[in-house]
C-alpha cells in the first residue's frame, strides 16, 4: 500500500460516520438560526411568510437607539460577569479538588443553589437584597447578578475537567520552586484550560441570554438586548431583532475566521522556524 | 435612586409596556424640552408591581399601569396625585374613559389607552368547519377542536367562562369562580395554544380558527390576513385602560406631568397610534388618524362595545381562586 | 563532617492503616551521595517525598540544614526532584520544561536560554528543543525530568530511579556526568536505583531498606562485603545462603555441618549446637575436582549460563540444593555432571547467627591490594 | 490522597471569594426566600405578617403533585436525550485536531448568544403548520397534509434539549478532551470491542463530565418556563410556569417561595442520589 | 523453524518528516524470544507499536502468522502489550485490572477469579487485589501490568521494558518466571530492556536496532563475541575500541601499529596502511609487568573502581587514552601509578575495517568448555 492511500484510510477509518454527526448536530444547533437570519431580509413584518427580499431591517436596527445602547449594555455585562464568574469560579473548583475541609460539602452544595432557584424568586430576591442594603438598581446590581447564577456554572464544569487531574505534575512544579499561585498560573490553568474555556462560554451564553434576572435587578440605565427584545417579541418578532441577531452571529463569525487564520499564520511561521533551526 | 445622571441632565424615567411608545415621541419630547426619557419596559403589570415592591419606587418617576393595578399602588402608597392642571392636553381625553371607579376623580392616574379583548375570526376557515360565534357559548362547538388560541392570562380567560355561564366576570366568591373551570374544561379540548405574546401569528397564517386575543393583535392579524374579522357576541369583551401615574418617590414630577401632557398632544397621540394602532382614547387625535388606523376593526374597535365592555377590576385576594382554576385547567 | 544536611528522626509514614514507613532515622550529610536500595513497594518513594514535602510525615521529624521542615511547602524547601514517573509538564516543549525552575527564579533570559542548551547537551537532547513530551520515547523524557530539575542547582537533589529508562551505554555516560556534576558543584544526592551495580559505583553510601525500615547503611563495600542482616546479603548482588549447624568450636575455627558435607571455619562469637547461615557470593564460590583442606562439600555441575562477561555455573549438591558460582568467561569449565568439590576463601565467606540474624564476618574481609583502592 | 495543609492559606484564596460570594449573594437572597415562606400573601400581591404556615400545608396540593412529577420526567428525559445526543458529539469535538477544537466549539456555542426568545422563535416558524418543514416536506411530496408538530409535547421536549444541549456538550468536552490514549490503547490490546472500550474504559473515566453534564442540563430544566409556554402552546403547566405564575399572576408570593423551596430541596436530594448511584462522592 | 508469526517487510514509520523507523525487515519465529536492544529513542517502542497495532505504519507490511495486518485493529491482533507507562485502568481496582482481558472474553467468573488469584501470586502482589492504581509503588504498577497482558495468554507477548521498575531480587524472579511461562505456553515474546544481561540471558536471539536501523540480529552469543558493526561492538557491553594502522601484512599476522604501540595479530583481509579499529572488551584485556610477544602496549595503572563481584582497572596508555579492564575482586591488583604491559589472547580482539565498518574477527572467537554450553 503506498504512503498517499494509507494516510487516506487512516484519516478516514474515524472521521467519516463522526464526521456526519458532527454536522447533524450542528445543523440541529443552526436551523433555527437560519430562519432568524432568513426572515431578517423579509419585506413583511411578520416571520410567518416570506415576501421578498430587503435590507430595510438592518437600517432600521441602527437607528433604533434604544436597541444599540442595550446592546452595548449587553456586551459590558457578559464581559465583565464572565470574567468574574470565570475567576471566581475557576479557582472555587479547584480548591475544592485540591483541599480537604470541614465546609468542603457545604460550599460544593451551594454551588447547585443559585441553579435551583427559580429565576423569578431568585431575581425577586436579589433585588430585595439590594434595595435593603441600600444599593440601587443599574449596571453593578446586574454584573453582581450575573456573576452569581453563571459562576456555579464555571465551578462544576472547571471541577469535571480537573477531577482526576495528575497530582505530580503540580508537585514538580512546585518542587521547582513554583508558588502556589505560579503554579496554578503555570501548569495547573493550562493544563484545565478546556474546561476553563468551557465554563467560560457557558457563563457568556447565560449572561447573554438571561430575561428573567435581568429584569428585576436592571436599573433604568441598563436595560439588556434580551430584555428589550422579550418585549419587541411580545409584541411580535419584528425583524429588525432578527437583523441585529443577524449582525451578531455575522460579526461573531468573522471574528473567529479571523483569528483562526491569524493563528495558523502565526503556526505556520513558528513552523518555518523550527524546521529552520 | 439610579434616576438622573450628570448634573443639569434633565432626565424622566419612565416604566412602560414594551412597545407602547415609540422612540420618536421621546425624540421629539426631548428636542422640545431638554428632557430626556429613560424609558425602561415590563410586559405584564405584575411584574411591574413586583419590581417595584422589591426594589422602591424611586427607581422611575412615570409608570404606565393598567386600570386594576392602580387600587393597589395607592394602597401601597406607591403612587401620589398628579397636579391636573399642569395637564393642559387633558380635555383630548375621551370622556368616557375619565373618572371610572378605580380612580373617579382621575387623581392619580391619567388614562394613555385601552385595551379591548376581543374574538377574531378566520372566516375562511370558520366557513369552511360551519362555525359561527355569536356568543361565549360557541366556542365550546366540538367543531372548534384544536382550533382556537387564547390570551394566557387566567383573569381573561375566567372572565369569559363566567360571563358565558352568567356570572360576574369581576366575581370574588370562591365557589363561583371555580365554577367557571367546567366550562373552562370544555373550552380546553378547543385550544390549540394559550399565546398572549404573538396570537396574531396563529391567526394569520390560518392555523386556527377563531382567536380570543388582544383587540391590537386582531388588528395586527388583519393587516396580514384579509380573511380574519372581528366578531362581538352577546357578552361583553373584557377591557382594560392603562394610564399614566407617577411613582411616589419620584424626583422629577415636572417631568413627568409635562409628559404626559406631551403625550396627549392630538399630533403625538397619532404618532403613537401610527406606530402601534391600540385603541385611541384621545378624541382629538383620533381625527387625524387616515384610513389605515380608523378602517382596521382591530385598532379601531367600535366604540359602543368598548363603553359596553367590561372594566377588569381588582379582585384583590380573590386572584389567588383565579390562578387556582388555571393550573387545575392545565395539569 | 558537619551537621546533616538532612535528618530524619523517628520518621513513620501510613496510609490509612498501612505503615509503609517505620521509625525511620537517617542522617545524610552535606555534599554526600546517598542511594536508597530496597525491593519494589519498600517505602523508597515514599521516603523522598516526605523529604520534598509532597508527602506529610505521620509521626516524627524532618530536618533539612538543621530546621524542622514541617511547615516548608516544596517550593520552600530547597531540594530538586526528578520523579519516577518523569511528571513533564505536558503542555511545554522540553526547552520549556526544562526552564521552568530558573523562570521561577526569575533568571535572566539570556542566561536561561544558554543555562537550558548547556543542560540539553549534557543529557543528548540536541535538537529537541521544540519537541512536546508525548512526542519523545521513554528515555528521552527521563532525561528531560534529569535537565529540568539539575539546572536549578539545587542543595538536594532526590532521585527517584533517573536512569532507569536509559540503555546501557547512555547511562553510564549519564552515571558519570551526574557523579561528576555532583562533586563539582556539592550537591548532595539522594538516589533510588534498582541497578546495585550503579548503587555500589556511584554512592558515598547505601541505605538498604526492606518494608518500610532501614536494615543497613554504609559504604558501598561495608555493605557489600560485611552485610549486617541475612537480608541484606541477600538482596545486594547474589549470594549463597546455607543452613549449618555449630559442630565444634575450637581453635583451628568452628566446625560446622551442612546437609550436604561440613566445613572448618574461622570465626568467633559461635557456641556448639547453635543453627547458623553461611553467606558466600557467587564470584567468591570456587570448584575443583581435587580435595581441599577444611572444605567438603561436594555437587555435580549442572548448568553453565552464559552472560556476557562471566559464566554462571550451577552445580547441585547432593542435598538437591542449587548453589551459584560465576566465573570469567576465561576460565575454563567443567563439563556438565563432573563431580567437584567447592570451597572459598577463608576471608571471603560470611557466618551469620540465625536467631539475631546478626552476621558476623569469619576474618575481617579485606580484598589486597597494592596501594590504594578507589572507592566509588 | 490529599494533603493536608499546615499553611491553608492558599485554600482561602482558591475558596475564600467564590465562598463569601456565595454566602452573601446566594444565601441571604435564600433566607429571603425562605423568610417569605412563612409570611402571609396581602390581598395586592405582597407579603406581610403574622407569620404562618399556609404555604407549606397547601404544597399538599393533587395538580401541584402533577406539575412536579410531570416536570420531573420532562428534564429526566431532556437530561437523557442531551447525554445521549451530547456526548458522542463532545467525544467528536475533543478529537477533532487541536488546532480546531476552540472553533468547533465557539461554533456550538455561536447559536446561543442569539436571544433564547429569537431561536425558539425560530423553532416555531420551523414547525409550525405552515412552516418550512412542512412546505418543504408538502412540497416533496413526502406528506400530503401538514404534520402537526408544534404545540404538542414533543416540541417542548425538543425546544428544551435545543436549549440545554450546550450545557451537557461543554463538560463533557472538558472531561473527554483529557482521556488519556494510552488507556484506550491499553483497552483496545486487551481485546475489547470499541462499544466495551467506551462501557468499560471511556464512560467511567468521563464521569466527572457525565456528572456536570447532566447537573448543568437537568437542574435549569426545571425551571425553564418559557420553552412550554411558546413550544408547547402552553396548554401544560411545568414546575416553572407554576412558580412564576404564584409570583406574576396569583400573587400569592408566600406560596411561590415554598414552592421554589420545595424544589430546591428535590434537586439538592436527587443530586445526593446520584452522587451516591454514580459513586460520584468526590465530585460533590 | 516454519513460517514467522511476526513478519516486518520495509516497514517504515514517519512522524512528519521525521523517519524513526527505516525499512525495518524481520522475522520473529514461533514461540521465540526476541530482544529488541538499542540506545533510547532509537525507535523499539515505535517498532512495538506497530506491531501491536497503535501506531499505522508508513510503508512496508507486517504480517502476523501470515496475514498482511494493515487492516487490522489492536483489539483484533492476537498480541497483547506491557507497556513502558504501565498504562493501568486509573478507575480500577488491580484486580480488575488484571481481569480486563478475560472479562473481555467471556471467561466465566469462577475461572477469572482462580486466573487472577493466580498471576498475583506470580507477581507478588497478594493483599493488593482491591488497591487502585493510584496507591502502588512504581514496581508494583509494573507488575500488574505484566500480569494483565500475561493472563491472557496471547500468541504474542510484547513487553516494553517490562522488568525497569523492579529491584535486581526481584527482577531475576519475575526473568525466570516470564522465561519458564514463555517456554511452557510457546509464547512469542518480543521484548525490549536495557538490561544488557537481561537481554543476553533470556533471550533467543536478539535485534540491535540504532537510529531507526536493525544493526545486527542473531543469538546472544553471536552478538556478544562476534559484532558485525562498531556499533554493536560498542553497544554491547564494554569495548575499547582503539584507532590502529596496518603496517605489514605477513604469513606471522598483521602487524598493527597505534600510536601508543603496536601489536602483532592474526586475521585475513587487510591490506597495509589500512586504518583499522581494534575492539576488545575489558574483561578480555590484560596486564603484566613482564614483556608479552607480539604485545608492545605500555600504560600506567590510572585507577581502580570497586564494582561488587569484579574490580575495574583504567589505565593510561603513553598517549592519553584510558583503556578499561575488568578483573575479578579476588585478582591481586596492581598499585595504582604501576608501569604495565597491555595484551589479550588472540582469539578475543576484534578487527575492524574503518570504512565499511564491516568487523572481521581475527580467529574465530570461541571460548572452550568442556562439554555443553548452555545458551540463554
Ligand atoms: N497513595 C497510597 N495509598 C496507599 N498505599 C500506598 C500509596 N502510595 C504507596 N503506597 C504503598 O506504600 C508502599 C511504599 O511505596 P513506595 O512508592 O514508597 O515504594 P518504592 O520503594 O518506591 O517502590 P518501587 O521501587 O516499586 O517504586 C508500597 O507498598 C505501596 O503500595
Ligand atoms: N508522537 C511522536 N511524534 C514525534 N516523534 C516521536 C513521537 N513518538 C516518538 N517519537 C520519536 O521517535 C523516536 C523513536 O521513539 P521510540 O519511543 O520508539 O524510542 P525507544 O527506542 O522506545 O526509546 P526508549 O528506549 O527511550 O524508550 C524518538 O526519537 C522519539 O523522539
Ligand atoms: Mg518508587
Ligand atoms: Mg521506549
Known sequence: MDTKKLQKSEKAGFAPLSMLYACLVYLFLYLPIAVVIAFSFNTSKTNIIFEGFTFEWYAKMFDNRQLMESFQNTLIVAGVSTVFSLVLGTLCAVGLYKFEFKLKSLVSNSLYIPIAIPEIVFGIAMLVFFSSVHISTGMFTLIVSHITFSMPFVAITVRSRVAGFDRSIEEAAKDLGANEFRTFMRVTLPMIMPGVISGGMLALTMSLDDVVISFFTAGPDSTTLPLKILGMVKKGVSPDVNALSTLMILGTAVIMVISQIAQNRLEQRQGGNNSES | GGSSSGEGDKVLNIYNWTEYIPQEVYDQFEEETGIRVVESTFSSNEEMLAKLEAGGTDQYDLVVASNYVIDVMKEKNMIQTIDKDKIENITNISPSSMGMDYDPDNEYSIPFMATLTVIAINQEKCDELGVTINSFNDLLNPALENNIVVVDDSRELAAVALKATGQDPNSTDEATIEGALDWLNQLKTNIKAYDSDSPKTLLASNEVAVGLVYNMDAGQAIKENDQIKVVYTTEACEKSIDNFVITANSKNKEYAEEFINFVHRADVYKMILDEFPGVCLNDAAKELMDSSYLDNEGSNVDTAELDRANLIADVGEAATYYDDIFTKMKT | MGEPIIRLVNVVKCYHENQVVKKLNLDIQQGEFLTLLGPSGCGKTTTLRMIAGFESVTEGQIYLEGNNVADLKPNQRDVNTVFQNYALFPHMTVEDNIAFGLVEKRVKKSEIKQRVAEMIKMVQLEGMEKRMPAQMSGGQKQRVAIARALINNPRVLLLDEPLGALDLKLRKQMQSELKHLQKRLGITFVFVTHDQEEALTMSDRIAVMNGGVLEQIGTPREIYNRPETKFVADFIGESNVLDAYVTEVSEGGIHVKMEFGDAVLKAGGFVEEEMVYLCVRPENLKMTKEAVPNFNIYGTVKEHIFIGSVCKTVVELASGLEVKMTSPQTDELYAVGTRVNIYWREDQGVILHTKEEQLYNLIENTVQIEGGMHEA | ?284
Open chain 4, 1 to 284: 490522597m490529599k494533603h493536608k495543609w499546615n499553611n491553608r492559606l492558599p485554600m482561602f484564596v482558591m475558596i475564600g471569594p467564590a465562598f463569601l460570594w456565595m454566602a452573601i449573594f446566594v444565601l441571604a437572597p435564600l433566607c429571603y426566600v425562605v423568610g417569605i415562606s412563612f409570611l402571609s400573601k396581602d390581598s395586592s400581591g405582597g407579603v406581610m405578617f403574622p407569620l404562618t404556615l399556609a404555604s407549606y400545608f397547601s404544597l399538599w396540593n393533587e395538580s401541584f403533585l402533577t406539575i412536579f412529577s410531570r416536570s420531573l420526567l420532562l428534564s429526566l428525559q431532556t437530561t437523557i436525550i442531551c447525554l445521549a445526543v451530547g456526548y458522542p458529539f463532545a467525544y467528536v469535538i475533543a478529537n477533532a485536531p487541536k488546532k480546531h477544537r476552540g472553533l468547533l466549539l465557539l461554533l456550538i456555542m455561536l447559536p446561543f448568544w442569539i436571544n433564547s426568545v429569537i431561536r425558539i422563535y425560530g423553532w416555531n416558524t420551523l414547525l409550525r403548520q405552515e412552516g418550512v418543514i412542512n412546505s418543504v416536506l408538502m412540497s416533496i411530496g413526502i406528506i400530503s397534509s401538514p404534520l402537526e408538530m408544534l404545540y404538542t409535547d414533543g416540541a417542548v421536549l425538543l425546544g428544551m434539549v435545543y436549549e440545554l444541549l450546550p450545557f451537557t456538550i461543554l463538560p463533557l468536552y472538558a472531561s473527554i478532551e483529557k482521556l488519556d490514549r494510552s488507556l484506550l490503547e491499553a483497552a483496545s490490546d486487551l481485546g475489547a470491542t470499541k462499544p466495551h472500550i467506551f462501557t468499560r474504559v471511556i464512560f467511567p473515566l468521563t464521569m466527572p463530565g457525565i456528572f456536570a453534564g447532566s447537573i448543568q442540563t437537568f437542574i435549569p430544566s426545571l425551571g425553564l418556563f418559557y420553552i412550554s409556554e411558546m413550544m408547547g402552546g402552553g396548554s401544560t403547566m411545568y414546575i416553572g410556569n407554576l412558580i412564576k405564575n404564584q409570583f406574576l399572576s396569583a400573587r400569592n408570593w408566600p406560596l411561590g417561595a415554598a414552592l421554589s423551596l420545595l424544589l430546591i430541596l428535590i434537586t439538592l436530594v436527587l443530586m445526593k442520589l446520584y452522587t451516591k448511584v454514580g459513586s460520584l462522592e468526590d465530585m460533590a
